[in-house]
């Protein structure tokens, strides 16, 4: 009885009761010590199979076919938002002006490029030195401001 | 007492007094009034309220010139195309009083005249007024900075720009470290 059962369930062929009997036959005492290997697996199975098909019918049970449908369409787009989030946040921060206000940036600019301008020509712009007849270089720079302290 | 204090009174209200604030009317004003209506000169004048906005900002890679925006109190400039530009240098040099401004740096080669001046501050190491004149054949350019000034602060500005100034630079530090050793 045993045996045709195994065959019929190997072959996909057992009905759900038919199984049912196949697990209480193999969980008897007098059953033969060759079927002991598959008492666990069909306790195993019998509950695995009735878990799955009470979560399939719970599911229809809950959602219903329209709900369904809007759920895999509201998780696509929270999907689809992240990663667009996702894929934003990797690009590299836009370079933006310091002030709201034009003239205020232009101001700004202008400054920088004044105070750029001072600093080169401190520093001794190589560019026209091919005939320099005068030059103080700023080592005397250090020592006039020093000698101000000491005056002071 | 009283006196003393009517007699405060009365020279604030005349102006008197000697003020560091007092926007100065000296040549630089007056080069500007005189070329105010000429296309040919630029004229920027940047208000210490605007200098304060300026500095109230946080910026990511002005770095170097955080510091001198931080001890600037004006900028006064002015620039332009002129075949007077020698002129103008001498004008400049000639009418800054000498005994407010001192000679920081000159330089003369064949395409322009190049100036620095400054007036000293209050504060050890400091100057109230840094002034640069720049006369050419075709152009002049005058530019005023006022405030608590540290030279090094500006000179470190354009330094990445200029090997040769770093060398100045460097030894500027040697000599810091040789007045310490004084002191």
């Given at each position: 009885?045993?045996?045709?059962?195994?065959?019929?369930?190997?072959?996909?062929?057992?009905?759900?009761?038919?199984?049912?009997?196949?697990?209480?036959l193999l969980q008897r005492d007098d059953t033969p010590?060759?079927?002991w290997?598959?008492?666990?697996?069909?306790?195993?199975?019998?509950?695995?199979?009735?878990?799955?098909?009470?979560?399939?019918?719970?599911?229809?049970?809950?959602?219903?076919?329209?709900?369904?449908?809007?759920?895999?369409?509201?998780?696509?787009?929270?999907?689809?938002?992240?990663?667009?989030?996702?894929?934003?946040?990797?690009?590299?921060?836009?370079?933006?002006?310091?002030?709201?206000?034009?003239?205020?940036?232009?101001?700004?600019?202008?400054?920088?490029?004044?105070?750029?301008?001072?600093?080169?020509?401190?520093?001794?712009?190589?560019?026209?030195?091919?005939?320099?007849?005068?030059?103080?270089?700023?080592?005397?720079?250090?020592?006039?401001?020093?000698?101000?302290?000491?005056?002071? | 007492?009283?006196?003393?204090?009517?007699?405060?009174?009365?020279?604030?209200?005349?102006?008197?007094?000697?003020?560091?604030?007092?926007?100065?009317?000296?040549?630089?004003?007056?080069?500007?009034?005189?070329?105010?209506?000429?296309?040919?000169?630029?004229?920027?004048?940047?208000?210490?309220?605007?200098?304060?906005?300026?500095?109230?900002?946080?910026?990511?890679?002005?770095?170097?010139?955080?510091?001198?925006?931080?001890?600037?109190?004006?900028?006064?400039?002015?620039?332009?195309?002129?075949?007077?530009?020698?002129?103008?240098?001498?004008?400049?040099?000639?009418?800054?009083?000498?005994?407010?401004?001192?000679?920081?740096?000159?330089?003369?080669?064949?395409?322009?005249?190049?100036?620095?001046?400054?007036?000293?501050?209050?504060?050890?190491?400091?100057?109230?007024?840094?002034?640069?004149?720049?006369?050419?054949?075709?152009?002049?350019?005058?530019?005023?900075?006022?405030?608590?000034?540290?030279?090094?602060?500006?000179?470190?500005?354009?330094?990445?720009?200029?090997?040769?100034?770093?060398?100045?630079?460097?030894?500027?530090?040697?000599?810091?470290?040789?007045?310490?050793?004084?002191?």
């Amino acid at each position: 009885m045993i045996e045709k059962l195994l065959h019929k369930y190997w072959q996909g062929e057992s009905s759900q009761e038919e199984e049912k009997q196949l697990r209480e036959l193999l969980q008897r005492d007098d059953t033969p010590e060759e079927y002991w290997k598959y008492r666990e697996m069909f306790a195993f199975y019998e509950t695995e199979s009735g878990k799955k098909r009470q979560k399939k019918q719970g599911i229809f049970f809950f959602l219903g076919k329209t709900n369904r449908r809007l759920w895999q369409i509201g998780i696509s787009v929270a999907a689809a938002i992240v990663m667009l989030v996702y894929l934003n946040l990797d690009q590299p921060p836009q370079e933006k002006t310091t002030f709201s206000d034009p003239e205020v940036e232009f101001a700004y600019e202008e400054t920088k490029k004044a105070l750029m301008l001072m600093s080169q020509k401190m520093n001794g712009s190589k560019k026209h030195t091919r005939k320099i007849r005068k030059v103080k270089s700023l080592t005397d720079v250090f020592t006039i401001v020093n000698k101000t302290d000491n005056r002071n | 007492m009283k006196q003393y204090i009517f007699l405060l009174i009365g020279l604030l209200s005349l102006n008197l007094l000697p003020s560091r604030l007092h926007a100065q009317n000296d040549i630089i004003d007056r080069l500007m009034d005189q070329y105010a209506e000429n296309d040919d000169f630029t004229q920027i004048r940047i208000s210490p309220s605007l200098i304060r906005l300026f500095a109230s900002k946080e910026k990511k890679g002005d770095e170097k010139f955080a510091d001198a925006i931080d001890q600037m109190k004006g900028l006064r400039l002015i620039s332009g195309e002129t075949a007077n530009g020698y002129r103008h240098f001498d004008d400049v040099v000639n009418s800054l009083d000498r005994s407010q401004y001192e000679e920081l740096m000159s330089m003369k080669d064949e395409d322009e005249n190049l100036l620095f001046l400054v007036k000293p501050s209050d504060i050890p190491g400091k100057v109230s007024e840094l002034i640069m004149v720049i006369g050419g054949q075709d152009s002049f350019f005058l530019m005023s900075l006022d405030g608590q000034l540290d030279l090094e602060s500006i000179a470190k500005i354009g330094e990445s720009m200029d090997i040769d100034g770093m060398e100045n630079l460097e030894r500027l530090e040697e000599l810091e470290e040789d007045d310490e050793g004084e002191h």
